[in-house]
């Protein structure tokens, strides 16, 4: 049985098809927009955990600022402001103190981070309310940090929150 192979020379069948070639191409290019994808997405994800770790340390940072004001309940009377036993003032259930800073993320970046092009901001939120006029009181410091992921345009906030008596 003769088949149409035989009658082909050696220099017809060493080649490629058009077709064959094509397909291959369009192989390599689903693989490689799939290599692409899954970079930028993982280049994605450490930029947004590098600026959500920046804006919890934040955050712990204004806990732990206002956590280290004295606050004395056992000096009497009780004196307010800058060197006082209070220097938070007087805070009751009904009446919290509320504090906001505006400042840039320490996130690694180039450029001076004085330019809005290249800053990324942050605000904290601190608020202190007392619970209780057990004996010690507590009060609870809570700050929220928000920021904006430049990529998306989303508004984010981390949270830190403490419970602390007085003289701690």
């Known amino acids: 049985m003769l088949t149409r192979t035989k009658y082909l020379s ?3 069948l060493a080649g490629f098809v058009l077709g064959e070639v094509l397909v291959a191409f369009g192989v390599l290019m689903i693989v490689f927009s799939g290599l692409i994808y ?3 997405q993982a280049n994605r994800m450490a930029e947004w955990s590098s600026m ?12 732990e600022q206002v956590r280290a004001a004295s606050w004395s309940v056992w000096n009497y009377p009780a004196t307010y402001g800058p060197n006082g ?18 400042d840039v ?11 809005s092009n290249l800053s990324f901001w942050v605000t904290n939120n601190i608020y202190v309310t007392q619970y209780g006029s057990g004996n010690p009181p507590y009060r609870q410091i809570r700050c929220d940090s928000i920021w904006k992921f430049p990529l998306t345009g989303q508004v ?10 007085s003289d701690q």
Request: aromatic letters at 8%; charged letters at 10%.
């Open 10 to 12: 050696r220099r017809q």
């Open 38 to 40: 899954g970079y930028v």
């Open 52 to 63: 959500s770790l920046a804006a919890q340390s934040y955050a712990s940072q204004g806990v």
């Open 85 to 102: 036993s209070d220097q938070l003032g007087p805070i009751n259930s009904t009446n919290s103190y509320t504090t906001n800073f505006v």
């Open 105 to 115: 993320l320490d996130v690694p970046s180039t450029g001076s981070p004085t330019n």
């Open 156 to 165: 984010q906030t981390n949270t830190a929150i403490i419970i602390r008596t």
